[in-house]
């Protein structure tokens, strides 16, 4: 059957409704099994010992006191993870980020681990083992790690993307440039330029739930993985990889998630304790500790970022040009890349150039966070673009109108703009009453707009219709954000029934053909995509069935509203049959009923948000309130509000808690400082006000529902937006996130004098 | 024959061309027929890059047809949260 995934432009019954969410009994009575909550008979405890150096050789590890300690069951060091990369140089990362294997990369970085009977055994283990360190210099700041005298943390690395391949080693792992035009020309034709330098701190994606799995090796080399991911079906992969094991051997089950935000779709972990229970025969359960998660799972970029706009006096841009440099641990990555490519997006612009360079630093490993990337580079040109607007005395609304992308734009990283988004957000952002509202004293309102790509992946899902006419949906893309809800109200529409005869499960890895993380917020786009295909596969047999039952031609048999009709003059007496009364009769026209479908899902479409906060500043401390926010993103076809509205709102509060206190502080020893929520804080409910959001639905014209992803957008626009606000609530531009109260009185002071 | 533009790391690879031509009907073909034009790509198409034709970005669906006169960009293979 052909599958032409184009908008349709139909009329909708159950998509767009808002029915309750089929996890949350589950989750409010604690009846959910999260990673943490499974366990095996006979199950051992896995720990794992980290470096505390920044930087340093390992010499020599001695594990014969731990393993000779009772109740251990296993001790592994990198000799039990060999190398089986093949030359892949971004698989032999995973590898060395799992277990370091020559150097010990980060304060954290794990070198050894340990199985035994019970937790406390298992700490005694740690403290048995003997590393031998040859510490050495290191370097944290992406600036400093740029330096020509900075610590080496790679001496293999050779920076990609130059016109000349380097001859010397470097910190910087890759320069990535884009853009059109001419900005030297650009900004000889602009009355007013703004030229200026941001750095944001690094962030960690803050999800509740530690990292945790359960694994099980047996003798015959098949293993079991219970696991909290986003993507089972990569971790199955890479695990499967990294540890010798033919894929199809190794079955992974994904748990309820408590968060992710991309910090999921890397394993950590879970070859460690594969490693443990291969080496002890035994199931091995291991859970990362708070402080664990915060050293030694991926954070985002840290940045140093430099803009430059140039615009007329009546408010169009000429040029534009940014510097973005992004750290990315010790470990080459893609981040200032994606960075520079989201820069300027929002934005039409004739002459346009981004540059990015990816930096080593002895930090953890880099991981990706809801729309990687993006929001900082957000921070910097948005900030930017705010201050060229009150230079030119331009409205800041006003003035991103003016120069916003439209359809047929050419991107700043190159493409041309399909139908997009960021003018219906701004014209709506305009006209909303928060832009009314009045402000007290010493309150600041800023807005700001921000972009994201989405994308769409290999995706495959079953679809089962019992013998009673219910209807169970098999998907590999795990539920982060109220996936099954939404998968379910799209078969519902397609096969015209109840969602309540519907039930979605995330399938485990040896149930399903493969599927790519839910990242790239291509979960319920993708996903979506093929239950439709399933559906119709299922109501193509469901008329064959009811041509059976009837002896007619299956061509006189149509669908419509969860029914087989008969058409055609001479049926006319036939009436119609259920979904039930077909599957009824499943086992006597040719046995059970389903539709099963395997697609790429390509044509995700963009995605822009605009966002409002209002602030207050307490001029003689520093601290600030969040007084209003609202949120406006386009959905293309919001399936299921409830949860659109839900992203929306995350995404900006995760924005708040970044823009205004999250930060990785490390020590002049290279050591993070605040690795717990005590000192690492992110915003709770007292932090946050109610946050406002508008849907705007523009369809996505490569989705048969017009879907496009919404997961990440909203996290692109709040650190400019609050920014924006925190700087005209202060009356000093704020430059350096995030904005905590010793940064805004430092800044307050030093404006004043 | 189609007009490709590649992003800025990409094209080191092809001489430091931004632009160049290839007589390919889709994206397999396309990327096929640049390896073997400038082997350097080889390595990175296996790491995989995207093709965006006519503003749509293709990851993954290397029987995607080039139309005639289309404009094809190469984009690096992003990573999502």
């Known amino acids: 059957m052909n599958f032409d995934p184009r908008f349709s432009g139909r009329k909708f019954t159950s998509v767009g409704t808002r029915p309750v969410r089929p996890d949350g009994v589950d989750k409010v009575t604690g009846r959910a099994r999260y990673g943490a909550d499974f366990n095996m008979a006979g199950q051992l405890v896995g720990r794992v010992l980290r470096s505390p150096h920044a930087h340093a050789i390992i010499r020599k590890i001695d594990t014969s006191k731990a393993e000779k300690l009772a109740g251990v069951k296993a001790v592994i060091t990198a000799k039990d993870l060999p190398d089986l990369t093949d030359g892949d140089a971004a698989m032999y990362d995973i590898l060395d980020n799992c277990m370091a294997r020559t150097k010990a990369l980060y304060d ?65 792992t890759k320069r990535s440039q884009f853009g059109h035009g001419d900005v030297h020309q650009g900004f000889g034709h602009a009355d007013f330029i703004v030229e200026r330098s941001f750095k944001t701190e690094q962030t960690h994606q803050g999800y ?9 090796v047996s003798s015959d080399g098949t293993a079991d993985l219970w696991v909290c991911t986003q993507g089972h079906f990569v971790y199955r992969q890479h695990c499967a990889q990294l540890l010798g094991m033919e894929a199809s051997k190794l079955r992974v089950t994904s748990s309820e998630i408590g968060g ?61 040009q940014a510097t973005l440099r992004y750290s990315a641990g010790p470990y080459a990555g893609s981040w200032a890349e994606i960075g520079a490519m989201t820069a300027f997006a929002c934005y039409k612009l004739d002459n346009v150039e981004t540059v990015g360079y990816e930096v080593l630093v002895n930090r953890p490993k880099t991981a990706a966070y809801r729309a990687p990337s993006a929001p900082m580079a957000a921070f910097a040109v948005e900030s930017a673009v705010d201050e060229l607007a009150k230079e030119i005395g331009i409205d800041p ?55 994201w790509f989405n994308f769409g992946g290999q995706t495959c899902v079953d679809l089962n219709i019992g013998m009673d006419g219910s209807v169970s949906l098999a998907v590999g893309t795990v539920d982060v954000g109220g996936s099954r809800a939404s998968l379910s109200l799209v078969a519902a529409e397609e096969l015209g029934i109840d969602y309540a005869q519907l039930k979605a499960v995330v399938a485990d890895t040896s149930s399903l053909g493969y599927n790519d993380m839910t990242d790239g917020s291509r979960g319920t786009f993708s996903s979506s995509m093929a239950t ?40 006319g007496n036939l009436g119609k049959l259920s979904l039930k009364e077909i599957a009824a009769q499943s086992g006597k026209t040719g046995g059970p009923i389903a539709g099963h479908s395997e697609l790429v899902a390509d044509g995700a479409g963009v995605s822009f948000a605009t966002h409002i906060c209002d602030i207050e ?30 992203q929306y709102q995350g995404g900006a509060a995760q924005g708040i808690g970044w823009a205004l206190n999250e930060e990785y502080i490390y020590g002049k020893d290279g050591r993070l400082q605040n690795a717990g929520f005590l000192d690492y804080r992110i915003p709770v409910c007292s932090d946050l006000p109610m946050i406002d959001t508008q ?59 | ?53 006519d503003g749509t970005i293709y990851r993954d669906t290397w029987g995607k047809e080039l139309p005639a006169g289309a404009e094809i960009f190469l984009l690096p293979r992003l990573a999502g949260g």
Request: aromatic residues 6%; glycine residues 8%; charged residues 25%.
């Open chain 1, 532 to 571: 439709i295909s399933a559906a119709r596969n299922a109501i193509k047999i469901l008329r064959e069935r009811a041509a059976q039952m009837w002896d007619i031609s299956v061509d006189d048999v149509v669908w419509e509203q969860g029914h087989a009709v008969a058409k055609g003059d001479k049926h």
């Open chain 1, 108 to 172: 954290g970085h794990a070198v050894a681990a340990v199985a035994a009977i019970d937790a406390r055994t298992a700490r005694q283990a740690l403290k048995l083992i003997e590393v031998d360190y040859e510490i050495l210099p290191h370097v944290t700041d992406v600036d400093l790690a740029m330096e020509h005298h900075a610590p080496l943390i790679n001496d293999t690395i050779f920076t990609e993307g130059l016109e000349e391949k380097p001859v010397k080693p470097s910190n910087v």
């Open chain 1, 397 to 451: 609304v006003d003035f991103r109108i003016k120069n916003a992308a439209q359809e047929g734009t050419r991107s700043s990283y190159g493409p041309v703009y399909g139908p997009i988004g960021i003018g219906p957000t701004l014209e709506a952002a305009k006209n909303h009453p928060h832009m009314k509202a009045k402000l007290g004293k010493n309150q600041g309102r800023g807005m700001a707009c921000g972009f």
């Open chain 1, 695 to 753: 849907i705007l639905e523009i369809p996505n014209p490569n989705h048969p529902y017009g879907v496009r992803g919404v997961g990440e957008t909203s996290i692109v626009p709040p650190l400019a937006a609050i920014a924006n606000a925190v700087s005209n609530a202060a009356g000093v531009r704020m430059t350096h996130i995030p904005m905590s109260p010793p940064r805004i009185l430092a800044a307050i002071e030093a404006e004043r004098g």
């Open chain 1, 617 to 646: 500043v307490d001029p003689e401390t520093g601290s600030t309130r969040v007084i209003r926010y609202t949120v406006v993103q386009d959905a293309g076809k919001a399936v299921h509000p409830t949860y659109v509205e839900g």
């Open chain 1, 260 to 320: 992710g935000f991309g910090g999921k779709t890397h394993v950590w972990a879970e070859p460690v304790a594969l490693a443990l229970s291969r080496k002890a025969g035994r199931p091995v359960k291991l859970v990362m500790t708070r402080d664990e998660v915060f050293r030694a799972s991926g954070p985002t970029s840290a940045t140093s970022i430099d803009v430059k706009i140039g615009a007329r006096k009546d408010g169009t841009i000429t040029a534009a």
């Open chain 1, 208 to 216: 509740i739930e530690p990292h945790a799995c359960v694994a099980n």
């Open chain 2, 1 to 53: 024959m189609v007009e490709v533009t590649l992003w800025g790391a990409l094209g080191q690879l092809a001489g430091g061309k931004s632009k160049v031509e290839v007589e390919a009907r889709d994206i397999r073909e396309l990327f096929r027929k640049l390896a073997e034009q400038y082997p350097a790509f080889e390595p990175w198409i296996e790491k995989g890059i995207a093709v965006a034709i």
